[in-house]
């Protein structure tokens, strides 16, 4: 992104986080513009805003979770998705970071847990975490929890070319 670019951008969010109805949309923004250039700092320091101006929502937490995932900070993340967990325990998205965060660097078992939980939260969530979901089944050993989840995705997308390959395998990992 060209410095004029992001000066620009700044500015305008900027301006539009002076109004207290556009608060929060506007600090996500300037957080992941100064996450794009490299400021962690001032990255965070944009989400602490966020935060604080709506201290119910999970968002900033969710958004934070995410940055220190993806810069390898497993602590931090690991706050920040609990924290998001907390304000919204029902966000399948929350919930399928919060696992993969749990599978990468907690308990694999609580990682199942929660994925479960939003997949019935949301049944027709996305089909990526029924595949996850039976993948993990799959390495833990639990195959007919695999092939339960498997029949559960085929009932809600039917038959699919492109997950198809991927349950054989799995199939085959499971013994």
Partial sequence: MRLDHYELAKEHFNAAAQSEAVAL?????????????GDTLASVRWLDL???LNQTSELP??????????????????VGFNRAHELNPLNASIL????????????????ISLLEQAINAYPGTLP???????????????????????ERLRSLIGF??????VMVEQKKSCR
């Fill in 50 to 52: 966020a935060r604080k």
């Fill in 96 to 111: 399928f970071y919060l696992a993969v965060y749990e599978r990468e660097f907690g308990d694999p078992g609580k990682a």
């Fill in 61 to 78: 937490d969710y958004q934070e979770g995410l940055h220190y995932c993806n810069k390898g900070d497993k602590q931090r993340a690991g």
């Fill in 128 to 150: 990526a975490y029924y595949i996850s979901l039976a993948d993990w089944y799959a390495q833990a050993g639990q195959c007919s929890d695999m092939l339960s989840t498997h």
């Fill in 25 to 37: 949309e506007s600090y996500l923004p300037l957080a992941e513009i100064e996450e794009f250039r």
């Fill in 160 to 165: 699919d070319s492109a997950f198809e390959p």
